[in-house]
């Protein structure tokens, strides 16, 4: 992994996919979809696998453009986030889904559990692979964590929500280790529902998560957050599970702070960790000043090293225009390099 500056960049995962390739009105007229959702593509499915190459370039040429450190492929061949992966996974009917309420409470279609969930092959192995040959900058690939997958089904067969988070645990593990195996330098679990449910994820959460963790051979994030900007509006005013992740085995935390306006005192319960630090608001096409995001940094350095600090959007950036998503990201570079020189 080629060596970071002080306050590298990076994003969290997803980078706007052009409209060419996806129907963004359908996309963001909906919640984040669970189950497959392939009417929302726009090429024909012959041509799909192509366009899709085709677009993660572009994604790829936007972040190096904008000086980011660390590169995604923008999960442009994603749906959402977490669908691509959990609907590769073997034991789910997705024929005949089940409805769970999502982050804010709205019923959505989610993968009915009615057999043994395993991962029966590699389902990013071809992503890193793609996004290694086409920049020599350091890359991380995101995997949806397995207390949130088990988050987002309905359990007709094991029927016990913690041995169903293990399962997805165990595939996520062989995921991960297969990443590192590809030339992942960083691979990231995206927790969300940690937060959203921290009950359940204080009883076994956090066992799964080790679990997905276990004996991976590179540097590891975790990321929480309260949703996507353009999906849940109301924030609360913390985090009701993150200070329990201090002993976890992840070596990196990915929070946001700044559309939610966080007390970045909160930090001072991770001592070890290093942050990634949400500094640009995704509920707000507007981009920021750069002043603005120093600023948002520095709330943070009381608490955290700048050692221990890496600059990124507070989630991913799917929902927002190109032209906000790439002007944002210029903004939080050029915050980067101010803060390096003091």
Known sequence: MPTLPLFPTSLVGSFPQPEWLIDRGRLAARLPPRVRAAELWR?????????????????????????LDVLTDGEI?????????????????HDNPGESP?????????????????????VQVADVRFLRAHTDRTIKVTVP????????????????????????????????????????????LDEPWLQARPEPARAYGLRALHRALDGAAGTTVVHLCFGYAAIVHERPSG????????????DQISIETAQSRLATSVLKHLTGKTIVLGV?????????????????????????????????PDCGMKYLPWDSATGKMRAMTAAAELLRRG
Request: hydrophobic share 40%.
């Open 145 to 188: 964590g397995p207390f949130t997958m088990s988050q987002q089904t309905v359990d007709d067969y094991y029927r016990n929500p913690e041995i169903l988070a293990y399962a997805y645990a165990d595939a996520v593990n062989a995921e991960v280790r297969d990443l590192f195996a590809a030339g992942a330098d960083i691979v990231q």
């Open 239 to 250: 985090y009701s599970f993150l200070p329990e992740l201090a002993d976890c085995a992840c």
């Open 280 to 312: 640009l608001d995704l509920a707000d096409p507007e981009v920021e000043a750069v002043d603005t995001v120093v600023e948002r940094v520095r709330r943070a350095l009381p608490y955290v090293a700048p050692e221990k600090v890496v600059l990124a």
């Open 102 to 122: 999502g982050r804010g409470g709205q019923p959505n279609l989610v993968p009915r559990v009615v057999g043994e969930v395993r991962r029966p092959r590699p």
């Open 43 to 67: 090429p024909a499915p012959e041509d799909l696998a192509r366009a899709q190459d085709d677009a993660t370039l572009l994604a790829i040429r936007a972040q190096e453009e904008a000086g």
């Open 77 to 93: 061949r994603r749906e959402s986030y977490s669908n691509h992966f959990a609907t590769a996974l073997t034991g789910l009917d």
